[in-house]
């Protein structure tokens, strides 16, 4: 098993292969052969020459961290053969790009409904949660081309709010 | 001592007082709002009655619904934890007139410490402290102009009925006090519906320091021991111990004795807390009196032994204080981080949702205070704080190993949390050389979190841990989008690659 593996912004390539009851693995070229066992969901036991490691992982709708004793990594995993669906990400860049709710809570306030010409970090939607307001941005220039929540409603965490285009 | 008690709160210090309720041989009343049907408060009581919507203010905060629970219910004594009606004179009033014990202060004490102006006029007259400046609020700007030029710049504008740092102006020369002036005025009308200011002299780095008392209906008042809450955010506490590093004993004496002044001045009785403004030098200024059970009081319970909610339901049931202040003994260190449902890369925002996985710390010296439970979602509707983990040791040092130590066992998965924020704090050199003020944190967070080498032996580890994860559990995108334990957008890689592989197979 081969994978793109991003960890706080860095890109590794890792190659997993299982070899005796452990694994052999290849980290941008180091050969490392280690134990891991899936101790309980979203906790990882790994050893490596002696050394313990407790891995956690924290996921949500929207994104993925690792916890390695005390610290925390932002991390994605990428399948290097789906080429097809990278392109479609970089495609996004330039075209629509969504404003996604990054957390649960309730829509306050639409800034700037549809048709609206937006810059880069200007307010779109309020979301309130725990008596909180967080204005969601647009992330470039352009024109809002749809709002998808209406003010008043209740949205989860990863819920497309709006697109600008 | 009553049979039964009502609990009107909700969250960690509803299962905090229903614990002592059950220690205590008495029956517990739990009430519950909309979303709060599947919490844990619920599940600890012994009785538990729905209230009304999610609302706060058609549920916890609805007087008459919550004195029907308790006279149905046959309630004799209400506690209010903090936050909500805890410092409501006219709901401890409500009380009185219903037959039923608040556990708490009189209304008279309440309302004399709920106008930070009105206070003040009282304890100047006891001989309280106070930071220079106006014990009531401006009439003109021409007031303010010459209070200023006497106390002398930097000044703090306040709103009277403040709190939360709401209507607080700071003011560095004169040239900004008419224009700051105005604005804290329509900042007041706006959260408080009152327009009363008043000025202040502005201590440069202060630290936020409070003395815990508890008073008896015998005339009895005792003082155990400060706690330093300088570690905040956006006015709200984030981290306390007890002592504070800057307090010796001598200061804490003199700062006791005040408290006690203090409250015998309002005629207060059962638990309370007065807070003081502490330049680095150790001359400290009253500030104000929260009439309730601070958050906080666990640090102030394990340096002192004493269990805070026993004596105040003791209390409230007529008892006299069982011991005298000669017998206050502090032992040892505490401190405690509060665990809030926030997410450390947007600015600490509030983070909900529901909890998939929860990893909770225990050993020597730790102690957690929580409301919440692996599989639980946590409603938008209210504070995000989830629990408090309070470490104990024989000093300051043990204790934040202890506490390095339990946060790194600390786990909660599904939702953002703001753990990884006290390693940071714990392992800053300033704060383990006890330099702190109200200004730490922010300064801390200017600071990027870089401290951690981008090539680490950790982000190696990470990088393995991602693909075995892939491996041996793969995420199954949800059906509905919408479940926290499923990749539920387009930006997801997870389900990009899950999609991939599915085209493939397919």
Same mark, same amino acid.
């Given at each position: 098993?081969?994978?793109?593996?991003?960890?706080?912004?860095?890109?590794?390539?890792?190659?997993?292969?299982?070899?005796?009851?452990?694994?052999?693995?290849?980290?941008?070229?180091?050969?490392?052969?280690?134990?891991?066992?899936?101790?309980?969901?979203?906790?990882?036991?790994?050893?490596?020459?002696?050394?313990?490691?407790?891995?956690?992982?924290?996921?949500?709708?929207?994104?993925?961290?690792?916890?390695?004793?005390?610290?925390?990594?932002?991390?994605?995993?990428?399948?290097?053969?789906?080429?097809?669906?990278?392109?479609?990400?970089?495609?996004?860049?330039?075209?629509?790009?969504?404003?996604?709710?990054?957390?649960?809570?309730?829509?306050?306030?639409?800034?700037?409904?549809?048709?609206?010409?937006?810059?880069?970090?200007?307010?779109?939607?309020?979301?309130?949660?725990?008596?909180?307001?967080?204005?969601?941005?647009?992330?470039?220039?352009?024109?809002?081309?749809?709002?998808?929540?209406?003010?008043?409603?209740?949205?989860?965490?990863?819920?497309?709010?709006?697109?600008?285009? | 001592?009553?049979?039964?008690?009502?609990?009107?709160? #909700?969250?960690?210090?509803?299962? #905090?007082?229903?614990?002592?309720?059950?220690?205590?041989?008495?029956?517990?009343?739990?009430?519950?709002?909309?979303?709060? +049907?599947?919490?844990?408060?619920?599940?600890?009581?012994?009785?538990?009655?729905?209230?009304?919507?999610?609302?706060?203010?058609?549920?916890?905060?609805?007087?008459?619904?919550?004195?029907?629970?308790?006279?149905?219910?046959?309630?004799?004594?209400?506690?209010?934890?903090?936050?909500?009606?805890? @410092?409501?004179?006219?709901?401890?009033?409500?009380?009185?007139?219903?037959?039923?014990?608040?556990?708490?202060?009189?209304?008279?004490?309440?309302?004399?410490?709920?106008?930070?102006?009105?206070?003040?006029?009282?304890?100047?007259?006891?001989?309280?402290?106070?930071?220079?400046?106006?014990?009531?609020?401006?009439?003109?700007?021409?007031?303010?102009?010459?209070?200023?030029?006497?106390?002398?710049?930097?000044?703090?504008?306040?709103?009277?009925?403040?709190?939360?740092?709401?209507?607080?102006?700071?003011?560095?020369?004169?040239?900004?006090?008419?224009?700051?002036?105005?604005?804290?005025?329509?900042?007041?009308?706006?959260?408080?519906?009152?327009?009363?200011?008043?000025?202040?002299?502005?201590?440069?780095?202060?630290?936020?320091?409070?003395?815990?008392?508890?008073?008896? @209906?015998?005339?009895?008042?005792?003082?155990?021991?400060?706690?330093?809450?300088?570690?905040?955010?956006?006015?709200?506490?984030?981290?306390?111990?007890?002592?504070?590093?800057?307090?010796?004993?001598?200061? +804490? #004496?003199?700062?006791?004795?005040?408290?006690?002044?203090?409250?015998?001045?309002?005629?207060?009785?059962?638990?309370?807390?007065?807070?003081?403004?502490?330049?680095?030098?150790?001359?400290?200024?009253?500030?104000?009196?929260?009439?309730?059970?601070?958050?906080?009081?666990?640090?102030?319970?394990?340096?002192?032994?004493?269990?805070?909610?026993?004596?105040?339901?003791?209390?409230?049931?007529? @008892?006299?204080?069982?011991?005298?202040?000669?017998?206050?003994?502090?032992?040892?260190?505490?401190?405690?981080?509060?665990?809030?449902?926030?997410?450390?890369?947007?600015?600490?925002?509030?983070?909900?949702?529901?909890?998939?996985?929860?990893?909770?710390?225990?050993?020597?010296?730790?102690?957690?205070?929580?409301?919440?439970?692996?599989?639980?979602?946590?409603?938008?509707?209210?504070?995000?704080?989830?629990?408090?983990?309070?470490?104990?040791?024989?000093?300051?040092?043990?204790?934040?190993?202890?506490?390095?130590?339990?946060?790194?066992?600390?786990?909660?998965?599904?939702?953002?949390?703001?753990?990884?924020?006290?390693? +940071?704090?714990?392992?800053?050199?300033?704060?383990?050389?006890?330099?702190?003020?109200?200004?730490?944190?922010?300064?801390?967070?200017?600071?990027?979190?870089?401290?951690?080498?981008?090539?680490?032996?950790?982000?190696?580890?990470?990088?393995?841990?991602?693909?075995?994860?892939?491996?041996?559990?793969?995420?199954?995108?949800?059906?509905?989008?919408?479940?926290?334990?499923?990749?539920?957008?387009? #930006?997801?890689?997870?389900?990009?690659?899950?999609?991939?592989?599915?085209?493939?197979?397919?």
């Amino acid at each position: 098993m081969t994978y793109e593996v991003i960890i706080d912004g860095k890109s590794h390539r890792l190659e997993l292969e299982r070899a005796d009851g452990l694994w052999q693995c290849r980290l941008d070229g180091g050969e490392i052969r280690l134990d891991a066992v899936l101790a309980r969901r979203d906790v990882l036991s790994v050893l490596i020459d002696g050394k313990a490691y407790e891995v956690k992982r924290e996921r949500t709708p929207t994104d993925m961290h690792l916890w390695v004793g005390g610290e925390r990594f932002a991390a994605e995993l990428r399948d290097p053969r789906s080429l097809r669906s990278r392109k479609g990400t970089a495609a996004d860049e330039h075209g629509a790009k969504q404003l996604v709710a990054p957390m649960p809570g309730k829509v306050v306030r639409v800034l700037a409904p549809p048709q609206t010409e937006v810059e880069a970090g200007q307010g779109v939607i309020v979301v309130e949660a725990m008596k909180m307001q967080n204005e969601l941005k647009s992330p470039k220039k352009g024109i809002v081309q749809k709002v998808l929540a209406a003010e008043g409603a209740r949205v989860n965490a990863g819920d497309v709010l709006a697109i600008v285009e | 001592m009553f049979k039964k008690v009502l609990i009107a709160n #909700r969250g960690e210090i509803a299962v #905090r007082v229903i614990r002592a309720c059950r220690e205590l041989g008495i029956t517990s009343v739990a009430v519950y709002s909309d979303v709060d +049907r599947a919490s844990l408060h619920v599940r600890k009581a012994d009785e538990a009655y729905h209230i009304g919507p999610a609302a706060a203010a058609e549920s916890y905060l609805n007087i008459p619904k919550i004195l029907d629970v308790a006279r149905r219910s046959g309630a004799e004594a209400i506690h209010p934890g903090y936050g909500f009606l805890s @410092e409501n004179a006219k709901f401890a009033q409500a009380c009185v007139d219903a037959g039923i014990k608040f556990i708490g202060p009189t209304a008279a004490s309440m309302e004399m410490m709920g106008s930070k102006t009105r206070a003040r006029q009282h304890m100047e007259k006891a001989g309280v402290p106070f930071v220079p400046g106006t014990s009531r609020a401006l009439e003109s700007f021409h007031e303010a102009e010459q209070v200023a030029a006497r106390i002398g710049y930097p000044v703090m504008l306040k709103a009277a009925a403040g709190g939360g740092g709401k209507g607080m102006r700071l003011v560095g020369s004169p040239d900004e006090l008419e224009s700051a002036l105005q604005a804290a005025r329509s900042e007041a009308q706006r959260s408080f519906g009152d327009t009363e200011v008043y000025i202040e002299k502005y201590i440069v780095n202060p630290r936020h320091i409070e003395m815990q008392v508890l008073a008896d @209906e015998h005339g009895n008042c005792v003082w155990l021991g400060e706690r330093e809450c300088s570690i905040q955010r956006r006015h709200q506490k984030v981290l306390e111990e007890s002592p504070s590093p800057l307090v010796d004993p001598d200061m +804490r #004496r003199r700062m006791g004795e005040i408290a006690v002044r203090v409250a015998k001045a309002a005629n207060y009785t059962n638990a309370g807390t007065v807070e003081f403004l502490s330049d680095q030098e150790k001359n400290f200024h009253f500030l104000e009196m929260n009439t309730r059970l601070q958050v906080e009081h666990p640090v102030t319970e394990l340096i002192t032994g004493l269990d805070l909610v026993h004596l105040q339901i003791r209390i409230a049931a007529g @008892e006299k204080l069982p011991f005298s202040q000669d017998q206050v003994q502090i032992r040892g260190h505490a401190m405690e981080c509060r665990i809030y449902a926030e997410d450390p890369d947007n600015n600490y925002f509030p983070s909900p949702g529901k909890i998939t996985l929860l990893l909770a710390p225990s050993g020597p010296g730790i102690r957690r205070d929580s409301g919440m439970y692996e599989g639980w979602t946590v409603p938008i509707d209210y504070d995000p704080l989830l629990a408090k983990l309070i470490g104990y040791g024989t000093d300051r040092k043990q204790t934040m190993g202890r506490l390095i130590r339990a946060l790194n066992e600390y786990f909660v998965g599904g939702i953002k949390t703001n753990i990884s924020l006290f390693r +940071r704090i714990l392992n800053d050199p300033d704060f383990q050389a006890g330099k702190l003020d109200t200004g730490y944190l922010d300064r801390l967070l200017v600071l990027s979190s870089g401290a951690i080498p981008a090539a680490s032996k950790g982000s190696e580890i990470a990088a393995i841990a991602a693909g075995l994860f892939a491996v041996l559990e793969p995420i199954v995108p949800s059906s509905n989008g919408a479940s926290p334990s499923g990749a539920g957008n387009g #930006r997801s890689s997870w389900k990009r690659a899950a999609r991939a592989e599915g085209l493939r197979s397919g």
